[in-house]
C-alpha cells in the first residue's frame, strides 16, 4: 500500500512539470529524513537595530553679548562755545580794525574790548587848551598796514563857526573806508556834533553829541547806551586836528615831558582819556629821501586792546601830522596803519 502511495505521487509530479521537462529533469524524489537526523533549531533572525539617530543639535547658546571697551570712559561733552558779545554797527558791521580812526581792511583779529565809558553822572575832568584851527586845506598820505599798501586823503573845510573834517582811505584806487566829523568851532577849538565811521562808501556807526544848555549827552547808532559830554571832548577823527591846533597855540605844550589830555569817544559806545606826552624833536623820513625835524609825541596803552598812538607833527605847517601811527595794545599789534604826509595844499 505505501509503496501505490509511492506511485501515484511520482506520476502527479510528471504530469505537473509539463511536457516541456523531459523525464530525466524530474525532480528526484523526497527522501525521507533518518528519525535519527538531530533537528536544528531555527533561531529567529534578531531584528536589525536601527542606526543610532544623530544626536541632535544642541541648541544653540545665546551669542554673548558684544564685549564693551571696559576702561574708555564716555567722550566728555564738547565745553559750550563762549558767548559772543554782539558788536553793535548800523548796517553791515565789520570787522575790527588795528587801527581805530582809519578803517582799511578786515582782519580776523578778535574784537578790541571797549575802553570803560565815563560813568554817569560827571565824566573826570581834564584841562581845556586854547586851540589856534589852522585854515582848510587838503593832504595826501602814504599809508601801509602790515603788507598792504595804500593812500589817504584827510581835508578840512570851515565856515564862519562851522567845520567838516573828513578822511578817506583807498587800496588799489578803491575807498575802502571813510570818517566824517562835523560841528562847531569855538576858543577851545572843535566842538563835534557828529562823527560817522563807514566803509566801501556807506555810513555804518555815528556817534552823535547832543549840546545841550546846562551840559548835554552822547548818543551811539548802535549801542543803546548815553554819555554824559565832557568839556573838550573829541572824536575818533577829530582829535587829530585837535592836538595839532592846541600844540600850534601853545609854545609851553612843545616842551619834552609836556603832556596835552582830552577826552575821545569812539563809534561802539567806548570813551577814555587821551593823554599826549611831548617827546621832542625827531627826523621823519621823506619820500624824497631826506630827513625833516618833526615834533613827536605818544600815548601809551593803558590796558590791554587799548589803542597805542604815535604822532609826528610838521612845525612848519602849523604842527599838522607829518607821519602817524595807530595799533591796538594786544596780539593783534603787528596790524597797525601808518601815514606818512606827501602833499599839503592851503585852501
Do not use: C, K
Request: no cysteine; glycine share 8%.
Amino acid at each position: 500500500m505505501v509503496a501505490g502511495v509511492v506511485l501515484v505521487h511520482g506520476l502527479l509530479l510528471v504530469r505537473w512539470a509539463g511536457p516541456g521537462l523531459p523525464a530525466s529533469s524530474a525532480a528526484p524524489p523526497m527522501a525521507t529524513v533518518p528519525a535519527t537526523t538531530p533537528v536544528r533549531s531555527i533561531v529567529p533572525l534578531r531584528p536589525v537595530a536601527a542606526a543610532p539617530a544623530e544626536p541632535a543639535p544642541a541648541p544653540a547658546a545665546e551669542a554673548p553679548p558684544e564685549p564693551r571697551l571696559a576702561g574708555l570712559a564716555p567722550a566728555a561733552p564738547r565745553p559750550a562755545a563762549p558767548p559772543q558779545v554782539p558788536r553793535p554797527a548800523v548796517g553791515d558791521t565789520p570787522e575790527p580794525v588795528a587801527d581805530p580812526g582809519i578803517p582799511v581792511v578786515s582782519t580776523a583779529a578778535p574784537a578790541p574790548a571797549p575802553s570803560p565809558a565815563p560813568a554817569t553822572g560827571q565824566a573826570e575832568a581834564v584841562p581845556l587848551y586854547a586851540a589856534a584851527l589852522p585854515p582848510p586845506f587838503e593832504a595826501e598820505f602814504r599809508l601801509r598796514r602790515g603788507a598792504l599798501a595804500g593812500r589817504a586823503s584827510w581835508s578840512y573845510a570851515a565856515g564862519a563857526d562851522s567845520y567838516q573834517l573828513s578822511l578817506q582811505t583807498r587800496v588799489l584806487g578803491r575807498e575802502v573806508g571813510h570818517l566824517r566829523s562835523e560841528g562847531r568851532r569855538g576858543p577851545t577849538g572843535l566842538e563835534p556834533l557828529r562823527f560817522v565811521e563807514g566803509r566801501r562808501g556807506r555810513d555804518q556807526r555815528a556817534v552823535n553829541f547832543q549840546r545841550e544848555a546846562g551840559g548835554g549827552r552822547i548818543s551811539f547808532s548802535g549801542p543803546a547806551v548815553e554819555l554824559p559830554l565832557p568839556a573838550g571832548v573829541q572824536d575818533r577823527l577829530s582829535w587829530l586836528l585837535q592836538l595839532a591846533a592846541i600844540v600850534d597855540a601853545d609854545p609851553a605844550l612843545r616842551e619834552r615831558g609836556a603832556e596835552v589830555s582830552m577826552w575821545v569817544v569812539g563809534p561802539r559806545g567806548d570813551a577814555d582819556v587821551w593823554t599826549f606826552v611831548a617827546m621832542g624833536l625827531e627826523p621823519v623820513s621823506r619820500a624824497e629821501g631826506t630827513d625833516q625835524p618833526a615834533l613827536a609825541l605818544r600815548r601809551d596803552a593803558r590796558r590791554p586792546w587799548d589803542t597805542e598812538v604815535r604822532i609826528w607833527l610838521d612845525p612848519a605847517a602849523r604842527h599838522l601830522p607829518l607821519r602817524a601811527a595807530w595799533r591796538i595794545a594786544g596780539p593783534d599789534a603787528e596790524s597797525g596803519i601808518e601815514i606818512w604826509r606827501e602833499t599839503l595844499t592851503w585852501r
